[in-house]
Structures are given as C-alpha cells and as structure tokens.
C-alpha cells in the first residue's frame, strides 16, 4: 500500500462524561470508531487502515472490527498522549506506504470526498495538508485565570485569518515520522499532527474541510452527531 490511514482512538473520552472509552461510544447504534473506520476505508485513495487502541483494549477493539467485517484493518496499542498514539501508529506502518493521512477516531462522520481531496493534494506534492473551515465565533485571545473569576482579554486576532483545523491531515509519510521522532526526542509536542510538522520547518497548506467532519468531544456533539446520521439515513 502507498496511502495509509492512522486512526489514533485511545484516548478516554473525558469531556464526553462517563461511559465506555470515546471511540466505542456508539452513534445510531454503531461505534463511533467503526464509523471512523468506514469513512476513510470508503475513500478512493485509502489502501491500508491502521487503528491505534488503548493499550489495554487492544483485543476488545480487534474483536469488535472483526464482528463489523472489518478484518483487514489492524490494530495496534496506544500511548498516554495523542501524539504518543499517532507515533505507534506511524511504527506500524510497511515500508511502501508514501502518504499517510491521520484521522481522528472522534470525527466519524468525515465525508469520503474529504478525505480524498486531503489525499490527493499530498500526492500532488504538498508535503503537509490540513482540512479546515473558517471561524465563525470571534476568538479573544486572555489571560487565564481558571478560578472562575472574570479574564482580561489580551487581544482580538483576525477572524479573517483564522481557520479551524480538522482531520484528516494529510502527509508525506517521511515527513510527519520524522517530526515525531525529533520532537519526542526533545520532549515537545503540538495539539495537532500538522504543528509538529510546522515545527520542523515544513510548509502546511490548508484545503476546504467539511462541517460533518466536527469532533465529537461534548456531549452535545453526540446529539448532533446523531442528528447527521439520521439524516443521511432517511
Ligand atoms: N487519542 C489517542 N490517544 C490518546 C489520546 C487521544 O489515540 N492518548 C485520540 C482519541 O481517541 C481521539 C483523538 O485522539 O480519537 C482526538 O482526541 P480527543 O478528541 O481529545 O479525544 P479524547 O482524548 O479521547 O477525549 P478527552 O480529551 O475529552 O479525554
Ligand atoms: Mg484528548
């Protein structure tokens, strides 16, 4: 396979509220993390599918893929962080594989045309890609006091500027290992894949991302989440 996708999905779900680990949360009766598996697995361009589990739910997440007819797709334990995750996954990954898009288990309803279009401006050269909308809320910049108490604002930045990043982000697979594998070394980090690579120097593009690609983090993305599903299936 030349195009990959890495499905971090061991995290817990903490802002979700209590229950299952996030990626086995269901929606319309499915688990979000087969959702997940499906969306990228439909793309044209996805050729091998790499699920990184709980480190401690690795045969719970092997025996459920496989009860969902998706025995092709493998699996392998993940870290502490997301970025620790997304680095086992990228270990696991044959040699062949050229690009590598990472798609968040906690996007399940990306469509396949998304994906694709990530996939694609990577092999058409760029070797870091995010999906992205524009911001719509205003976004003020403070100084946190996280005791409740009412924060100065420091700045405004310009809307016009902002875009808010989504899965998945898509890469030259030599270039995100090699941010991982620098930056672990230093210790550092980044809240997304495409801020490692920044980091490193490398030029990220942004492409058009779509509105179904949301992360499912609150509980109130469950009750939208569920709104999309049952529209799609009427
Ligand atoms: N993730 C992971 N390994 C971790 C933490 C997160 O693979 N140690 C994955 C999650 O499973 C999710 C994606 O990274 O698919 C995005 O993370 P997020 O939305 O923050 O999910 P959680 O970390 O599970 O949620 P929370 O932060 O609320 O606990
Ligand atoms: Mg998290």
Known sequence: PRTAVVIPAAGKGVRLGPGAPKALRELGGTPMLVHAVRATARARAVELVVVVAPSDGVSAVRTLLDGHGLPEVAVVPGGDT?????????????????????????RPL???????AVARAVRDGAPAVVPALPVTDTVKQVEPRGDGEPEPVTGTPDRGRLRAVQTPQGFSRKVLAEAHS???????????DAG???RLGVEVVVVPGHEEAFKVTRPLDLVLAEAVLARRRA
Not at 82 to 106: I, K, N
């Open 196 to 198: 490692m690579v920044e």
């Open 110 to 116: 990306v469509p396949d045309e998304t994906v694709d």
């Open 82 to 106: 997301r970025q620790d995750s997304v680095r086992l996954g990228l270990a696991a990954l044959p040699d062949t594989v050229e690009t590598v898009l990472v798609h968040d288990a906690a």
């Open 182 to 192: 620098r930056l672990t070394a230093q210790g550092e980090g980044a809240t997304d």
